[in-house]
């Protein structure tokens, strides 16, 4: 049995270029199009391997700059192919331009009230579908922050999955599920887990551009095929692959993704790459387990990250 991979990219302004004054098309360069491995350059790679990737663009800039910038990504994602669904901040319901993030609404999804998720949930879809979106049917909280209020709130206004739930992230992904949850499950609408493997026991990893090893990924990969499981949900950003300014390409992120997608490309039989679009069968009764702690993986991963840590992380 094939396992179906949700390659998910959380397309945003990231609010640190917000609060260090940058103008806006700055912040779009550096959030969306960094050092030239930015948003265009992950869509032609995986225009290049044949991959599907859903790509979870958030809003609610506009509420602060206007709509241009959020119809500019959803434009590019579309063109190239691939699915945009819903990925909402709340914080920057309280924003000002050029104010260097002196204002801000409250960070978090699951510090508002039902009907204040609500009223959030339902002003990000109209301005996504304003900037030429799909009526979405999928969401993922900023920083994972999701609650009990926010699926119910989600399942309300007719979403079919919710992919906040996050175990690596116990004190933000407030789903109610257990840190160890990777298969997806109904829960007011199909929740589809992000995954998640075993750093050490007890303490959990997110499969991530940025946290994983190249070999940690295979492993993983390896492992869910292995098993059987009914899915896996990888998470990257449209700025993961350069350094926090935005100023440098990251190197290891870089190879990491290509990495991936030519692992993908080569393995598409036993792990098609999916969009939520296309609703494929979810069987929802699997306890599907993470990949079980490595210490030589973990070493080597470690040592990777201090090079890019002290390396590819240096502004240009």
């Not at 989600?154 to 992919?163: E, F, H, I």
């Not at 993704?257 to 993908?264: G, K, P």
């Not at 991963?301 to 002290?310: D, F, P, V």
Request: glycine share 6%; proline share 6%.
């Amino acid at each position: 049995m094939a396992t179906p991979v949700f390659l998910t990219v959380d397309t945003e302004f990231a609010w640190r270029h917000h609060a260090a004054g940058l103008d806006v098309d700055t912040i779009y360069a550096r959030s969306l199009e960094p050092a030239g491995v930015g948003l265009s350059y992950q869509l032609e790679r995986l225009a290049r391997h044949d991959l599907k990737a859903c790509f979870f663009v958030d809003p609610m800039p506009a509420l602060v700059f206007g709509l241009a910038p959020v119809k500019r990504m959803v434009d590019t994602i579309m063109a190239a192919g691939q699915e945009v669904q819903l990925h909402l901040h709340p914080n920057w319901t309280g924003a000002q331009q050029g104010d260097r993030a002196a204002h801000y609404g409250r960070f978090q999804m699951y510090e508002y009230t039902l009907d204040e998720q609500l009223g959030l949930l339902r002003g990000a879809i109209e301005l996504l579908v304003a900037a030429g979106a799909p009526q979405p049917i999928a969401f993922r909280a900023g920083g994972y922050a999701a609650n009990a209020d926010t699926l119910r709130a989600l399942a309300t206004l007719g979403l079919v999955y919710d992919s906040s739930h996050n175990g690596a992230e116990p004190t933000e992904s407030r789903t109610g599920l257990p840190p160890d949850r990777i298969a997806p499950v109904m829960r007011e609408l199909i929740e589809v887990p992000v995954t998640v493997i075993e750093d050490a026991p007890g303490l959990w990893r997110t499969f991530q551009l940025c946290a994983l090893s190249s070999a940690e990924a295979a492993a993983a990969l390896d492992h869910a095929v292995a098993g059987e499981h009914a899915a896996v949900t990888i998470v990257s950003h449209g700025f993961e692959l350069a350094n926090r300014l935005g100023t440098r390409a990251n190197a290891v992120h870089v190879r990491r993704f290509d990495t991936l997608c030519r692992l993908l490309a080569t393995r598409r039989n036993d792990l098609p790459t999916m969009h939520f679009a296309d609703r494929p069968p979810l069987p929802l009764d699997r306890d599907d387990r993470p990949l079980a702690a490595n210490a030589l993986r973990r070493r080597m991963r470690q040592a990777e990250q201090l090079w890019s840590n002290w390396v590819s992380e240096r502004a240009a």
